[in-house]
């Protein structure tokens, strides 16, 4: 079955980075484009950003165009987001998803402190 496990969150100071990855199983990750959301205390869940499957084509939220890039490895099966120039609005819950399935993994968490 589909399975996405985040890592990499925790607690940073405003101006600091940090570097999200996800592993993926059970789908033919290689074929698929890739998407990063977040969801922050009391606020819908948003797109961050995404990534073709041959990495071409890599899309940003107008909040996080410039700070925040997405990577992806097929021979890993993994995709990453590492994150630049962090804000104190960036605090969430980040989650890896594939675009064309509605699985979500679990999660990991972000703070960034002022």
């Known amino acids: 079955q589909v399975q996405l496990v985040e890592s990499g969150g925790g607690l940073v100071q405003a101006g600091g980075s940090l570097s999200l990855s996800c592993a993926a199983s059970g789908f033919a990750f290689s074929s698929v484009t890739m998407t990063w959301y977040r969801q922050a205390p009391g606020k819908e869940r948003e797109l961050v950003a995404s990534?073709?499957?041959?990495?071409?084509?890599?899309n940003y939220a107008d909040s996080v165009k410039g700070r925040f890039t997405i990577s992806r490895d097929n021979t890993k099966n993994t995709v990453s987001l590492q994150m630049d120039s962090l804000k104190p609005d960036d605090t969430a819950v980040y989650y890896c998803?594939?675009?064309?399935?509605?699985?979500w993994g679990q999660g990991t968490q972000v703070t960034v402190s002022s």
């Open positions: 998803k594939v675009r064309d399935l509605p699985n």
């Open positions: 990534i073709s499957s041959l990495s071409r084509t890599r």
